[in-house]
C-alpha cells in the first residue's frame, strides 16, 4: 500500500496464508472475529446480569451457525437467484469464491435468536437488546474484510481521502485511473459508532433492562439507514442494479429501517424481571445437562 498526494494506492494481498494450497484469507478472518466478538458481548452481558455464562455458549451455537447460513443464502437469493438456483449445489460448493450478505446474516440471526429464545424460555427481546451491540462492531470487521478484499467500494471521487484500489478487476476495468470513495470504512466507522453508543445505553442507561426493545430498535436504524445512506456513493455490486433508483442494499435495508423506528416510537414495555429470567433459564440449563 502506497500513499500519494490526497490518494491512497490500495493494493494489499487479501491471503495471510496458504496451507496444503488452501488460501487463508482475511475476509474469512474477519468473519470468524465478528462472530467470537457477538459471543463475547453475551458472555460479558450474562456476567453482568448475573446469568449462567453456560447460557451465552448455547447463544453462540445458535447464533453463529445462523448468521453463517443465513449470509450465504442471502448472497445467493439477494443478488444472483437464477445463477444459484439453476446450480443449487454451488451454494456450498462455491463458498469459497465468495458471497456473504449483511441483510442475509441479519435474517439468519433473528431467526437463529428465535429458537434460541424457545428453547431456553428467554423473552426474545431479551436476546435482541444483547445481540445488537456486538452485531455493529462484528459488521465493522466484516467491511474491513471488504476493504482487505479490494470489493464493495463506491463510485469516483476527488475528494481527498480517495482509494484506488489497484488489485480489483472492477476498479481497472470501471474507474482507474479515477480514485473512489472507501465505503468499506464510511460503512465501518458508522457502525462503531453505533455499537459504541448502544454499549452507553447499556451501562449507564440500564435500557436493556428498563426498555426492553430501545438498543435494539436504535441499533437497527443505526446500521441499516447509515447503509442506506452510503449506499449512494456505493458502486453496483451487480449489474441488474445498473438504472435502478434504489440499489438492492437499499430495497433490502429499508424493512430493517421500519422495524427499528417502530421499536423506537411504540409504547414503552415494562422492564423486564431479571430474576425471573435467571431462574427460568437456570432450570432449562440444569434440565439440559441432566438428560445429557
Not at 445467493?76 to 449483511?102: E, H, K, N, Q
Not at 434460541?116 to 445481540?131: E, T, V
Not at 481497472?172 to 465501518?188: C, D, G, K, N, R
Not at 414503552?268 to 431479571?274: K, V
Request: aromatic share 16%.
Amino acid at each position: 500500500m502506497t500513499f500519494l498526494p490526497m490518494i491512497v494506492e490500495w493494493n494489499v494481498d487479501p491471503v495471510m496464508f496458504t496451507i496444503f494450497g488452501i488460501e487463508i484469507r482475511y475476509y474469512g478472518l474477519m468473519w470468524a472475529l465478528a462472530i467470537i466478538l457477538g459471543a463475547k458481548c453475551y458472555e460479558i452481558f450474562c456476567k453482568h446480569e448475573g446469568l449462567n455464562p453456560q447460557l451465552a455458549e448455547s447463544i453462540f451455537a445458535y447464533g453463529a451457525l445462523s448468521t453463517v447460513v443465513g449470509a450465504r443464502l442471502g448472497h445467493c437469493l439477494f443478488y444472483d437467484p437464477v445463477g444459484y438456483l439453476s446450480a443449487p449445489w454451488t451454494i456450498i460448493t462455491g463458498f469459497r469464491d465468495g458471497g456473504m450478505a449483511s441483510h442475509g446474516a441479519a435474517i439468519g440471526l433473528l431467526i437463529g435468536l428465535w429458537l434460541c429464545a424457545r428453547k431456553y424460555k428467554l423473552p426474545y427481546i431479551w436476546l435482541l437488546d444483547r445481540i445488537i451491540p456486538g452485531a455493529t462492531l462484528g459488521g465493522a470487521l466484516v467491511r474491513f474484510g471488504n476493504l482487505i478484499n479490494s470489493e464493495i467500494f463506491g463510485t469516483s471521487t476527488t475528494l481527498p481521502w480517495g482509494f484506488k484500489f489497484v488489485n480489483s478487476h472492477k476498479w481497472l476495468t470501471s474507474f482507474a485511473p479515477s480514485a473512489v470513495h472507501p465505503t468499506q470504512i464510511y460503512e465501518a466507522l458508522c457502525y462503531i459508532i453505533t455499537g459504541v453508543v448502544l454499549l452507553w445505553f447499556y451501562y449507564k442507561k440500564d435500557w436493556g433492562r428498563r426498555r426492553p426493545g430501545l438498543m435494539f430498535g436504535w441499533g437497527l436504524i443505526g446500521i441499516f439507514f447509515t447503509r442506506f445512506i452510503i449506499e449512494f456513493v456505493k458502486a453496483d455490486q451487480e449489474e441488474f442494479e445498473a438504472g435502478m433508483i434504489l440499489d438492492m442494499g437499499q430495497w433490502l435495508s429499508i424493512p430493517f429501517i421500519l422495524v427499528g423506528l417502530w421499536f423506537v416510537f411504540r409504547k414503552p414495555t415494562p422492564a423486564l424481571d431479571m430474576n425471573h429470567i435467571i431462574k427460568v433459564s437456570g432450570e432449562t440449563l440444569k434440565n439440559k445437562s441432566s438428560k445429557k
